[in-house]
């Protein structure tokens, strides 16, 4: 168990509507990554929090975006859905050193 | 920008022998580089990582990868190979002084019995 907490597991919705995806990182770990799992993309960086700022941004469409809030948790908020959004989308977190810690990951699977 | 590769998708091995994973990577400056294993329908669990020093890394479940700057690889070993290994293996690298992670597209273990 890596400390970094997932939720929800699973995610079943539609096309074109919204879903927001929660991770609490590690116990004073100060930034937040968020990756998208995909078999044709693979594992892609999307966006990075440190501690609720900013600080970079990958492969990250327009529909989706992220916060992190005071208690250090964050949200993936994806929206106007498209089948091609299916995927595993997993945080990290880590603090002042090297190395990120996974969560369990949420698989999204849009219909 | 940085990129790694791992030229096998699959790797298979009997249990009690030698395995390898192998991985290259490009890069600007000193490389930071991790491995990570992912087991079914579970998150990435992190393996060991170089950052600097001995080129030998010994890191979790018997695991150790060899820094290999000349050739910029840092493949994935271990003396013995068990049953229980069979995962999804992800190398990854980020330059220093960056704290975003680039993946290579992971390479299958199969041991067999």
Known sequence: ?111 | AQSVAQPEDQVNVAEGNPLTVKCTYSVSGNPYLFWYVQYPNRGLQFLLKYITGDNLVKGSYGFEAEFNKSQTSFHLKKPSALVSDSALYFCAVRPSGYSTLTFGKGTMLLVSP
């Open chain 1, 1 to 111: 168990d890596s400390g970094v907490t997932q939720t929800p597991k699973h995610l079943i919705t539609a096309t074109g509507q919204r879903v927001t995806l929660r991770c609490s990182p590690r116990s004073g770990d100060l930034s937040v990554y968020w990756y998208q799992q995909s078999l044709d993309q693979g594992l892609q960086f999307l966006i990075q929090y440190y501690n609720g700022e900013e600080r970079a941004k990958g492969n990250i469409l327009e529909r989706f975006s992220a916060q992190q809030f005071p208690d250090l948790h964050s949200e993936l908020n994806l929206s106007s859905l498209e089948l091609g959004d299916s995927a595993l989308y997993f945080c990290a977190s880590s603090d002042q050193g090297e190395t990120q810690y996974f969560g369990p990951g949420t698989r999204l699977l849009v219909l």
